[in-house]
């Protein structure tokens, strides 16, 4: 019989999630020793649980020894992304609607975002932003706002083991530059692309608050259209669209 967990839940399977997201929190790979000293679970449980994770397919053993998110996750995590993006969609309509610009919405996947949905912009000139791209976080808009949510050692980490690409000559150059950004983002509550990706597209973004993953939405577009009387309109519009996601997350929970 499973034990039961203090919440009322089931303790075996409250320890399996806690070592997956330690192994996604570290990157995606990580030692034994490290599991160990990051969890108060003995070493036998952590070394069973693993076994059966790996049996499954839902970790896998390096040839080195270190343990690795494994394949079947894949699967779950595509799922999710498009549901998650399907919830998402109707929000991104009325950005779409009521500014005229592209919207998407990306989820941090391990060290970069990947855009799970958009609505496009009615113009012939716009930006295109494939759903299922992955891109670096320090250089768009909805990277930077889900970075914002993060401690600055845990976006250290990230971009250490992502770096820092230039697409642009405006793109961020190094973490300092960037922990400045963040800072600024987390008083004034959403970030700007200032053509960090794209050279001529400028991007809002704002992260989803106490999203299951972090998480964020944006508006881009040219940076002829895109510009400060655009924010005006765009800021307190994509406040409402998050609060509103966040809010339809917090019901199917």
């Given at each position: 019989?499973?034990?039961?967990?203090?919440?009322?839940?089931?303790?075996?399977?409250?320890?399996?999630?806690?070592?997956?997201?330690?192994?996604?929190?570290?990157?995606?790979?990580?030692?034994?020793?490290?599991?160990?000293?990051?969890?108060?679970?003995?070493?036998?449980?952590?070394?069973?649980?693993?076994?059966?994770?790996?049996?499954?397919?839902?970790?896998?053993?390096?040839?080195?020894?270190?343990?690795?998110?494994?394949?079947?996750?894949?699967?779950?995590?595509?799922?999710?992304?498009?549901?998650?993006?399907?919830?998402?969609?109707p929000q991104l309509k009325n950005l779409v609607d009521?500014?005229?610009?592209?919207?998407?919405?990306?989820?941090?996947?391990?060290?970069?975002?990947?855009?799970?949905?958009?609505?496009?912009?009615?113009?012939?000139?716009?930006?295109?932003?494939?759903?299922?791209?992955?891109?670096?976080?320090?250089?768009?808009?909805?990277?930077?706002?889900?970075?914002?949510?993060?401690?600055?050692?845990?976006?250290?980490?990230?971009?250490?083991?992502?770096?820092?690409?230039?697409?642009?000559?405006?793109?961020?150059?190094?973490?300092?530059?960037?922990?400045?950004?963040?800072e600024l983002i987390r008083e004034r509550g959403y970030?700007?692309?200032?053509?960090?990706?794209?050279?001529?597209?400028?991007?809002?973004?704002?992260?989803?608050?106490?999203?299951?993953?972090?998480?964020?939405?944006?508006?881009?577009?040219?940076?002829?259209?895109?510009?400060?009387?655009?924010?005006?309109?765009?800021?307190?519009?994509?406040?409402?669209?998050?609060?509103?996601?966040?809010?339809?997350?917090?019901l199917k929970a």
């Amino acid at each position: 019989m499973a034990e039961k967990a203090a919440g009322g839940g089931v303790q075996s399977v409250e320890r399996v999630f806690e070592l997956l997201e330690l192994i996604t929190d570290a990157g995606g790979e990580v030692s034994l020793s490290e599991l160990s000293s990051s969890t108060d679970l003995p070493l036998p449980t952590i070394h069973r649980l693993l076994r059966t994770l790996v049996a499954k397919g839902y970790a896998r053993q390096l040839p080195n020894r270190r343990y690795a998110l494994g394949p079947r996750l894949i699967r779950l995590g595509e799922g999710a992304n498009k549901q998650l993006g399907a919830l998402a969609r109707p929000q991104l309509k009325n950005l779409v609607d009521s500014l005229g610009e592209t919207s998407n919405m990306a989820v941090l996947d391990s060290d970069m975002v990947i855009y799970i949905a958009q609505v496009p912009s009615p113009h012939s000139m716009r930006m295109f932003t494939e759903v299922g791209r992955r891109a670096h976080t320090h250089d768009t808009g909805v990277g930077k706002a889900i970075l914002a949510q993060l401690s600055n050692d845990a976006v250290r980490s990230i971009v250490g083991r992502a770096g820092m690409p230039t697409p642009t000559d405006r793109s961020l150059k190094n973490i300092d530059e960037l922990l400045a950004e963040l800072e600024l983002i987390r008083e004034r509550g959403y970030s700007v692309d200032e053509q960090e990706q794209e050279l001529g597209v400028r991007c809002f973004a704002m992260a989803v608050p106490d999203a299951p993953t972090p998480s964020a939405i944006s508006v881009s577009g040219p940076v002829s259209r895109v510009d400060e009387r655009f924010a005006e309109k765009a800021v307190p519009l994509l406040r409402e669209a998050v609060q509103s996601i966040a809010a339809e997350l917090n019901l199917k929970a």
